[in-house]
């Protein structure tokens, strides 16, 4: 899930869902609310440790922050120098994600097409949206965290894509992020120069406010998720199933970059001198070319890797439900 929600288009809530821990994750979320605020204040850390799902909730993020910091170093790899390879499989892993959701929808009403149709539709007008300009704002930034995390939450809503359609992705998930791991290299070394450093300590407060935001938005949308889920499940997993199909024009493997330019033409690049982007220019394949086909085969092999997480879920949960009954 870290490394998922660190590229543009592609949700960690997919991951979530595929992997069949999503209703266990909303539902752990609304745990962290006034109650729990009352266990820690009081001290009592092993009923507040319980009470949240501490176990789940503790590996989930340490999985996500050792992947974002690692995982995700190879995604940037693989996305420079294998960009078409990449964006194949993630569009195969969503393609197989669409396949595993609806083949357990049991039901195909009138309301449920209507709510598919509204979710594709809104996941194609989100890809169809102009970016905005970069504003390092603090309240915009908090905002930015709010709206940001819905990559964790909301399945085929890509926080990273929401990030670039607001302007904010390079500041929050590059120049941020690496200010932050400078700065924790620093501490380890024990030289604390940066601190007269005001663009580190400006980038630093910017993660900092993302990071509060980012936490306000988690623990509110997993309560409204939480709601919608107990009271309109189906309509909420038609939904998803649209939101999911709808991002496929995001990550739709053959495009082109289009970089940000200043009044006078010129690149817009950001603290590593990398060139930002705006958006991308969508095209067909040329079937005459070889790599049309190796992306074929990463789609294939994009899907087959959703499939086989959906296999081992389906089996580890059979095992658990076999040694349930086997208990006297």
Same mark, same amino acid.
């Given at each position: ?5 660190? *590229?543009?288009?592609?949700? @960690? ?9 999503? #209703?266990? /994750? ?10 729990? @605020? ?41 996305? *420079? ?25 049991? #039901? ?7 709510? *598919? ?23 915009? *930034? ?49 030289? /604390? ?103 074929? /085969? ?31």
């Amino acid at each position: 899930m870290g490394a998922a929600n660190k *590229v543009p288009g592609v949700s @960690g809530g997919v991951v979530a869902f595929v992997a069949g821990f999503y #209703e266990e /994750f909303i539902y752990s979320l609304q745990k962290i609310n006034l109650k729990a @605020g009352k266990l820690l204040i009081a001290g009592r850390f092993r009923s507040l440790y319980h009470y949240i799902n501490g176990k789940f909730l503790g590996l989930l993020i340490l999985g996500m922050l050792i992947s974002y910091f690692s995982v995700s170093k190879l995604l940037d790899y693989l996305i *420079v120098h294998y960009e078409l390879y990449v964006w194949s499989a993630f569009f195969g892993m969503i393609i197989g994600s669409i396949y595993y959701i609806s083949k357990d929808f049991d #039901e195909w009403s009138r309301r449920s097409i209507l709510f *598919v149709t509204l979710g594709i539709i809104f996941g194609v007008a989100i890809s169809m949206l102009e970016p905005a300009r970069e504003n390092d704002n603090l309240w915009f *930034v908090f905002f930015c965290g709010i709206i940001g995390v819905s990559g964790m939450t909301l399945p085929g809503l890509s926080g990273s894509f929401i990030l670039i359609l607001l302007g904010n992705y390079v500041l929050l998930l590059v120049d941020s992020v690496n200010a932050l791991y400078d700065t924790m290299a620093d501490i380890v070394s024990l030289d /604390f120069s940066f601190t007269s450093n005001e663009s580190r300590m400006h980038l630093l407060q910017v993660m900092i406010v993302f990071a509060l935001g980012s936490l306000a938005g988690l623990v509110s949308l997993s309560h409204l998720l939480g709601f919608v889920l107990k009271n309109y499940k189906k309509d909420t997993f038609a939904t998803i199933i649209g939101f999911i199909t709808g991002s496929l024009g995001v990550v739709w493997p053959w495009k082109t970059k289009i970089y940000k330019t200043d009044e006078a033409g010129e690149y817009l690049i950001d603290s590593h001198g990398d060139k930002i982007i705006d958006n991308y220019n969508r095209f067909f394949p040329d079937f005459t070319d070889t790599e049309t086909y190796l992306a074929i /085969f990463f789609i294939l092999v994009g899907i087959f890797i959703v499939l086989g997480l959906a296999f081992y879920e389906k089996r580890e949960h059979a095992r658990k439900q076999a040694k349930l009954e086997k208990r006297p």
